[in-house]
């Protein structure tokens, strides 16, 4: 079966009491036992929860995963895979990778004597050269946030298999119907639940999947011991969200892949990041393992700091605010919000400037989304543009 399929069925068997063919959500902290060490699977909901399981269930199905496991929000499964390391250990991540990991590795770990460095991913003896000997995980992120970098995924997990590193992806920016890492050899799938595959800017979410026993037995005791589950709520209503993720991913990227061409041809534009255009730097390697090229994009305007911030205050359909993969348009500027935590010499070398403009692309019409920014470009007529 398909992934779409796959979403409206995994994890929603009709409930055994009354038929309803929507699970309830199982919204207690606890379970009545018949005995000591005789329960229905269920004991307590930090360990284990209904509502929880079939959202694993789902999402381990619609990834290809063995296992799955359900966390409060992007970051709380990202800490967990951090947790699993060790003191002395080492985390090579890309340049480019998303705020909330990179201030988790190098403002938080740091105290705990993990090791961080950055890379460029897409440059394979640039990564070669960056692992050293207490290289514990190889991290990817791709396409990368926010400026939309791809890396090979099949020959860097084959390169970080061959020394016993893990490989990480990060694949919230393309989501399973898009992407599919552990088919490229990938160890570990990261998912911030609350982009794509919740779907609607509503709730927070986040998912580790994988298909070792080893590892997700050390995840999953790991979840238990820390304690940031999800809770029943929010992952019934990621699950109820995620039933319609491959009509939503396939429109956004419709749009988005609209949308870059536009932008590419704007005078007040001075490059387009997207990984389905001819003009990206890695687009037959994104051409090769994606199916899509998803509904995010970034743009550098021409022109200076202000710009761009007068740029995301006019628009009037795609919002100012910091998420992406909801039906809602939303526009940011990295450097100011997203990335903000990352030093300006860390923003400096991923290439993330001022005036770059990130756009997550909603459900609205397509043409509707280009007819709102080419409003609001016309309302910052900056002088390098004017001059041109
Ligand atoms: N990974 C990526 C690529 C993200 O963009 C984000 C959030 O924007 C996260 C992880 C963190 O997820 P959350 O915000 O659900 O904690």
Redesign the pocket.
């Known amino acids: 079966m398909r992934p779409e399929t796959i979403a409206i069925h995994a994890g929603s068997q009709a409930e055994g009491l009354t038929g309803a063919i929507v699970p309830p959500i199982y919204q207690t902290s606890t379970y009545q036992q018949q005995g000591i060490g005789d329960h229905k699977g269920f004991i307590y909901t930090r360990t284990g929860n209904p509502s929880r399981s079939l959202l694993e269930e789902s999402l381990a199905a619609i990834e290809g995963a063995q296992h799955a496991l359900c966390f409060a929000?992007?970051?709380?499964a990202?800490n967990t895979v951090v947790q699993s390391l060790k003191s002395g250990d080492h985390v090579l991540c890309p340049a480019s990778v998303?705020g909330?990991?990179f201030r988790l590795l190098s403002n938080v770990y740091d105290r705990f004597g993990i090791e961080v460095s950055f890379v460029e991913m897409a440059d394979l003896e640039a990564v070669r050269a960056a692992l050293r000997p207490n290289t514990a995980v190889l991290w990817l992120?791709t396409p990368t946030?926010p400026l939309l970098g791809v890396c090979d995924i099949a020959e860097l997990a084959a390169l970080a298999r061959s020394k016993g590193i893990l490989t990480v992806v990060?694949n919230?920016?393309a989501t399973p119907i898009f992407q599919r890492p552990l088919e490229l050899g990938v160890d570990l799938v990261?998912h911030?639940?609350?982009?794509y595959l919740g779907g609607h800017l509503d709730v927070?979410?986040?998912a580790l999947l994988c298909n070792d026993d080893a590892l997700f037995a050390k995840l999953k005791f790991l979840q238990n011991a820390v304690g940031a589950v999800q809770a029943p709520f929010d992952a019934w209503l990621i699950q109820r969200g995620l039933k319609t993720v491959g009509l939503r991913v396939r429109q956004q990227a419709s749009s988005a892949h609209a949308i870059a061409e536009w932008l590419e041809s704007h005078p007040r534009v001075r490059r387009v990041h997207y990984p389905g255009l001819a003009s990206h730097p890695q687009h037959a390697i994104a051409a090769k393992q994606m199916s899509g090229f998803g509904g995010v994009l970034s743009f550098e305007l021409e022109g200076v700091a202000e710009d761009a911030e007068r740029l995301v205050a006019s628009t009037q359909l795609f919002a100012l605010g910091?998420?992406?993969g909801g039906v809602r348009s939303l526009a940011c500027i990295p450097a100011k919000q997203?990335h903000a935590s990352m030093t300006q010499e860390a923003r400096d070398r991923a290439g993330i400037s001022d005036t770059l403009v990130r756009l997550a692309v909603g459900l609205e019409h397509p043409q509707d989304l280009i007819e709102d920014l080419e409003q609001a470009l016309a309302s910052v007529p900056s002088v390098a543009a004017v001059m041109r």
């Open positions: 929000s992007g970051m709380a990202i998303y909330g990991t992120e946030n990060d919230t920016f990261v911030s639940t609350t982009k927070l979410g986040g910091e998420s992406l997203t």
